[in-house]
């Protein structure tokens, strides 16, 4: 049987505002509440509520047989919180179905786990806590920020109790000859892995509204055809699992409404459900379903699930980047040693991935999509904003 994996990121950073030289020891604030509250109110609108309303619906017309997975940054819920609190209900509704599983990984979504280990745990247990407050849920799968991975990160999961699965992209180079619908194991055995169909999964999340895509437009039908076509090569009955993994962004946001985007997700289950060899399950559930012996992958430099080279240089490429995210590493381990939970707390926020990530400037020239989702005009003006908030949240510590 091939079981298709669906699994959403559900993430916003907090913006910074234009923090200028003479802001620095000024005590200014240092995030947007403005622009932060337009960017959830919109994309609340135009994704988060529609989506978790039809996604609800499916889940209750089918009684339980189609399943989703989250992950859910504390920094989207805080926000929730402040600027639509009708989003977090909705989520609730969704985990009250059982048919959902909220995974984990860091509370700001940050990269942590590259720089500072004690942090790293810190921020996963954090999250930990924040699933089982809001929603009640145990989280057993993990996904690290942007599913960066390697060996040691598998390391470091094993040892918090409870996690058995974590979830990363199919990177070509680290597969080779191996397919992604099988589960597999970490290097050294001790946790399910699960691999990213980034295809299928880029068709949607990526492709789905593109005229100029030979596949355009992709239909139900088409899609469905499409992994029915996978299940032909399994000739010893082992069960196959399709990791369709995408930003939740995608639904309303990444592509409009208009684009048939939620009416293609509105019929997908029930074609897929139509096929008795075709079904949904959540990743904790893999597990259990896994009736094979699972080949061990060795994952010995970082992989991620951005751009084509699905590596770190996103947000470490450049010279910018790397002066940005060392200094802030130093700065934390400083506020750490204030004991001020107030400035750790804006530290915490300075740590997401998206800042660095609005740095970034292999493509930027192109328009491609780091542009698309910066709120500053350069990747020089996004670093010198951050260095100067860095200034000044140094300048509190004094």
């Not at 622009?35 to 499916?58: G, H, I, R």
């Not at 996978?230 to 000739?235: S, V």
């Not at 590493?329 to 740590?351: F, N, P, T």
Request: net charge negative; proline share 3%.
């Amino acid at each position: 049987m091939l079981n298709i994996v669906f699994y959403f990121q559900v993430h916003q950073p907090y913006r910074l505002r234009h923090v200028n030289l003479l802001d620095i020891g000024e005590n200014p604030e240092l995030f947007d509440a403005k622009l932060n509250s337009m960017v959830m109110k919109k994309v609340a609108e135009k994704c988060y509520l529609p989506t978790n309303k039809l996604l609800l619906d499916l889940i209750r017309k089918h009684e339980g047989r189609f399943k989703i997975a989250y992950s859910i940054t504390g920094t989207a819920i805080e926000q929730f919180k402040l600027y639509s609190p009708e989003v977090l209900d909705s989520f609730k509704a969704l985990a009250e179905t059982g048919s959902v599983e909220f995974l984990g990984e860091t509370y700001y979504h940050s990269l942590a786990f590259l720089y500072d280990t004690n942090e790293f745990l810190d921020q996963v247990m954090m999250h930990r806590k924040l699933m089982q407050d809001e929603f009640g849920c145990f989280t057993e799968t993990f996904r690290n920020t942007e599913l960066i991975y390697q060996d040691r990160l598998s390391d470091l999961i094993y040892e918090i109790e409870g996690f058995k699965t974590i979830i990363t992209e199919g990177v070509d180079r680290i597969l080779q000859w191996r397919s992604p619908l099988y589960s597999y194991k970490n290097y050294s055995k001790d946790l399910n892995l699960l691999l990213k169909y980034y295809k299928l999964s880029d068709d949607i999340a990526f492709r789905f509204s593109n005229r100029d895509w030979p596949e355009y437009p992709l239909t139900v039908d088409k899609f469905t055809n499409w992994i029915d076509h996978l299940t032909l090569d399994e000739k010893k009955g082992r069960n196959q699992f399709l990791n369709l993994f995408m930003d939740y962004e995608t639904f309303g946001e990444h592509q409009w409404a208009e684009s048939g985007i939620f009416e293609f997700m509105k019929h997908f289950p029930d074609e897929v459900l139509k096929r008795d060899h075709l079904g949904f399950v959540t990743p904790r559930e893999t597990t259990h379903l896994s009736n094979y012996q699972q080949e061990s992958l060795s994952f010995t430099d970082p992989v991620s699930w951005a751009d084509e080279e699905r590596d770190l240089s996103a947000w470490l490429e450049n010279d910018m980047q790397k002066n940005a995210i060392e200094t802030f590493y130093d700065l934390l381990y400083h506020v750490k040693q204030k004991g001020d939970e107030k400035l750790l707390d804006i530290a915490r926020k300075l740590s997401t991935s998206d800042h660095f990530y609005y740095m970034c400037t292999k493509y930027f020239q192109d328009g491609d999509v780091h542009k698309y989702f910066s709120p500053y005009d350069s990747p020089d003006q996004a670093y010198i904003y951050y260095i100067n908030s860095l200034a000044d949240l140094e300048e509190r510590l004094r």
